[in-house]
């Protein structure tokens, strides 16, 4: 994946005639997007080839978004000649400068014998320990010069990426705990899907009858036909997984880094843990992770899935049983569906809640849902359902507006056999949209649904309810009309009147493997995104929809 130029042409020039396939996208930012697509749909990295200068600096958005994702992708970046390094040739820019804090390896290559050994250990560090981008800077002149006999090692410390086994006394003090609980909630991070550890996650909660909520990364690890899961906590997350949180003595986070978007404020949790209220438990690949924002009761480095598997051994029968909790839980989620059901139908023209709901029902089980940034990705966090782990693909950690075009598109070629769909905002459509010239010249058929509110409306809702409403650059003019930009790419184009036109049309693509793109008009003022934890607010603080009216604090 990538597009070539001047600096990194030796490189596509090596590929002619090879059974390595090329990906010519519009744009670097949609080739790295892309890259990340593919890596969460393949489980391995995808490499994006650029040249220097401008083509270097455009990976960097998405470069940080697969490091905030903890996602393994490989950019190979072209660089001027090594005879003008530092006199700022043409193109020429420090691009490892750039990115070291946000990738977990870079190097510049600087002798043809450390080529192949550059790629082969970016390659590897990528997906060792808990995953990410790493850099490889490739000058022209070594590109061009003859390929050595040998092949000369990178020293590297791999041994700092590969978490050390589990604190065995840890994981028993781990068990007690969750075994004393009362009402004990495991709080799953997107840790869990790259460790593949949800079968753990979901048999400690068996034998705990213990609630599941999940981050926004972490949502994608839990099908949510599972009875026990509460769905993603924070901001913008269900009302009952806040509740869930807010409530328990014994929280088990797995494969989270404690983000504020999940948390609100770190005041509540943190005096909760120190006072001995809550005890909490954190399993994470990652040491640095531990401690960091909270410290925790107990701190366990080690991967999700081996930890967990040893915490099961050492729970046993006998754990307080929480139904009273988990029927007051389920209670606030009934509540909120009744509510938002009868705001949806009040809606005039498309409610984004109901919409969601008329779009899943018409996507197969197994589609790779894919979303941008924006409201329409926070209603899809709390009314899209995943059944299979892995199948939810959203950017979490940056909130990188234009991944959903590209990323869907990298999920296609990972599997083409599975249906993909992009859940796009008109704003977030518009920064990467050029890219859709691949669904025809590479055959990647995949659904847009553009959530059409002709507004940067989570910023809107910001100025409604922060800045007295003093709306300021976030609302667009009726241009482009989008069913005219599916055209110009070769893509049919729909404007559905009904959801019935909407249930009908995106299942016909997604069933027969065809594209389309689908301009789903809403009217702004009623894309209101609630529940609504705003920014530095604890759980319990959050704003409803309106008819739902329900005291968050559990009294045994």
């Not at 082969?120 to 390929?147: F, H, M, N, V």
């Not at 099908?223 to 328990?248: C, F, K, S």
Request: glycine share 8%; hydrophobic share 40%.
């Amino acid at each position: 994946m990538g597009i070539p130029g001047g600096q990194i042409m030796p490189l596509f020039d090596a590929l002619y005639g090879q059974d390595i396939e090329t990906i010519l996208f519009r744009h670097e930012q949609g080739a790295i997007h892309a890259a990340e697509g593919y890596a969460r749909v393949s489980g391995r990295p995808a490499v994006v080839a650029v040249t220097s200068g401008p083509g270097a600096t455009n990976l960097v958005t998405g470069i940080t978004d697969a490091y905030m994702d903890s996602t393994p992708v490989v950019a190979i970046t072209g660089q001027v000649v090594t005879s003008v390094f530092g006199r700022d040739g043409f193109q020429e820019t420090d691009i490892l400068g750039v990115v070291t804090p946000v990738t977990k390896f870079t190097y510049q290559v600087k002798k043809p014998s450390e080529a192949t050994s550059a790629f082969k250990t970016a390659y590897e560090i990528s997906i060792i320990g808990r995953p990410g981008p790493t850099l490889i800077d490739l000058p022209r002149d070594i590109q061009l010069a003859p390929a050595p006999d040998y092949e000369e090692k990178i020293i590297v410390n791999r041994e700092k990426f590969i978490p050390p086994p589990p604190d065995e006394d840890k994981l028993r003090l781990a068990a007690k705990y969750l075994i004393e609980a009362k009402r004990p909630v495991i709080l799953v991070g997107g840790g869990v899907l790259w460790s593949g550890a949800t079968p753990e996650v979901l048999e400690v909660s068996r034998l705990l009858n213990a609630p599941i909520v999940s981050t926004l990364p972490g949502k994608t690890a839990v099908p949510h036909d599972y009875p026990l899961y509460m769905g993603p906590a924070g901001m913008h997350g269900r009302v009952e997984a806040d509740a869930a949180l807010a409530n328990a003595d014994v929280i088990l986070a797995v494969g989270t880094r404690f983000s504020d978007r999940t948390w609100g404020r770190f005041k509540e949790l943190i005096e909760n843990v120190t006072s001995g209220k809550l005890k909490l438990i954190h399993i994470d690949i990652d040491k640095s992770e531990i401690g960091k924002n909270v410290k925790p009761t107990v701190g366990i480095v080690g991967d999700a899935k081996i930890a967990l598997r040893k915490l099961i051994d050492y729970i046993q029968s006998g754990a307080i049983q929480n139904n009273r909790f988990i029927s007051w839980l389920l209670n606030i989620r009934k509540m909120y569906d009744e509510a938002m059901s009868k705001i949806a139908n009040s809606t005039p023209g498309f409610h984004p809640w109901k919409a969601l709901k008329v779009i899943r029902n018409a996507a197969p089980r197994n589609t790779i849902t894919v979303t941008g940034v924006g409201s329409h990705q926070m209603w899809a966090e709390i009314a899209w359902d995943v059944y299979e782990p892995g199948s939810f693909i959203t950017s979490a950690g940056l909130g990188t507006m234009g991944f959903c075009v590209p990323a869907a598109l990298g999920a296609k070629l990972a599997d083409r056999s599975r249906p993909v769909l992009c859940i796009d905002g008109d704003g977030s459509f518009q920064m990467t949209m050029n890219n859709l010239a691949l669904v025809r010249d590479y055959n990647l058929p995949i659904v847009v649904t553009i959530f059409d509110n002709r507004a940067l409306q989570l910023v809107k809702q910001w100025q409604v309810y922060l800045y007295k409403r003093r709306i300021i650059a976030t609302e667009f003019s009726p241009r482009p009309d989008f069913l005219k930009i599916a055209e110009a790419y070769d893509i049919e184009g729909v404007r559905p009147e009904s959801y019935e036109e909407l249930e009908r049309v995106v299942s016909r693509a997604l069933k027969n493997d065809e594209p389309l793109i689908v301009d789903l008009i809403i009217d702004s003022e009623y894309d209101i995104v609630l529940p609504w934890v705003k920014p530095g607010d604890w759980l319990t603080s959050v704003i409803m929809p309106e008819g739902m009216h329900v005291q968050l604090t559990y009294e045994d």
